[in-house]
């Protein structure tokens, strides 16, 4: 995999729109958490578009990232929200030139089409919080990991104990994100690089018939068939649903477990608050004890 140098004080990182409207108080206040750690911020000229629920038009958008792709002076690219939109511009941006100089994107939710995009070529990139968690939690575990890890201090974390967890141990580039996205793109040039990889998951709202759904097309599409491990995120605001008493991890364990590979339920990333940041397309481990903890490390 190709990973971007680490920053350091004097780093220059932009901030893009590639999805949803952004409030821009989020904006103007992450501006000033990230120039706090030392960084140079540069904004968009679209982040502040709107074009319905847009952050301006495709055209706007697709020029924006590629501004911020493109430029030689940037080291980082964060983007501002997630929301949607990115489905619609994705084949249009043009990635090759981070293969020769690589710069760290960062996100989560809608934002996962770009980490799919980066991992077709070989790029890692960061699943973490955005302008508005910034803005309001500068001084919270998720801001100040980012933080470690933008300037070199690579994740490790620990999990509790979860009754659902399945022991064993697995080490893979970790892909995945935000599971919605993720089905969306399945059968596409975008879709999961799975083989021999640890998958992470995690999802907002969605009634639990479909993440049913899509879990099922995981195992009907030969995911669970190549992947190492599974680490399963936040799956936040989710309405109890009777016909699934033991609700998403009862979905997830019924779908698993006749496969092998370890799997860690409730990892702290996803949309909630506590959204810790993880390297996709970084050599990860996982270890899932007996006792139903689980460590993964990415500090390898």
């Known amino acids: 995999m190709i990973q971007a140098p680490f920053l350091h ?22 501006k000033n958490v990230l120039e706090s750690w030392g960084l140079v911020v540069t904004i968009g000229k679209s982040v502040f578009a709107a074009n319905g629920r847009f952050a301006g038009t495709d055209k706007e958008r697709i020029a924006d990232i590629q501004s911020a792709i493109d430029d030689i002076n940037c080291d980082a690219i964060l983007c501002s929200r997630g929301g949607y939109g990115l489905v619609r511009i994705i084949d249009k941006i043009d990635f090759t030139k981070l293969q020769k100089r690589p710069k760290w994107i960062l996100g989560f939710s809608d934002i996962t089409l770009i ?7 070989g790029i890692t990139s960061i699943h973490s919080i955005m302008t508005k968690n910034l803005a309001q939690q500068a001084n919270e575990e998720p801001a100040l990991r980012l933080k470690q890890l933008l300037f070199g201090e690579l994740p ?3 999990i509790g104990y979860e009754g659902f967890n399945k022991k064993g141990t697995a080490s893979g580039n970790l892909v995945g994100g935000n599971l919605s996205v993720l089905y969306g793109l399945r059968g596409t040039e975008f879709d999961l690089q799975a083989k021999n990889n640890i998958l992470f998951i995690e999802d907002v709202c969605e009634p639990l018939y479909h993440i049913d759904r899509m879990i099922q097309n995981l195992r009907l599409g030969g995911i669970f068939n190549q992947i190492a491990g599974l680490v399963v995120g936040q799956f936040s605001d989710i309405q109890e649903d009777t016909s699934f008493p033991n609700g998403v991890y009862g979905i997830i364990e019924n779908a698993v477990k006749d496969y092998s590979f370890p799997v860690c339920y409730g990892f702290n990333a996803g949309h909630t608050d506590y959204n810790l940041p993880l390297i996709l397309g970084h050599k990860t481990s996982i270890s899932v004890s007996d006792k139903g903890d689980s460590i993964l490390t990415q500090n390898i």
Do not use: K, Q, R, T
């Open 9 to 30: 004080i004097g780093s220059h990182i932009c901030i893009v729109s590639p999805s949803g409207v952004i409030n821009p108080d989020f904006v103007w206040n992450a």
């Open 115 to 121: 980490h799919s995009a980066l991992s077709l070529y």
């Open 156 to 158: 490790s974390y620990s």
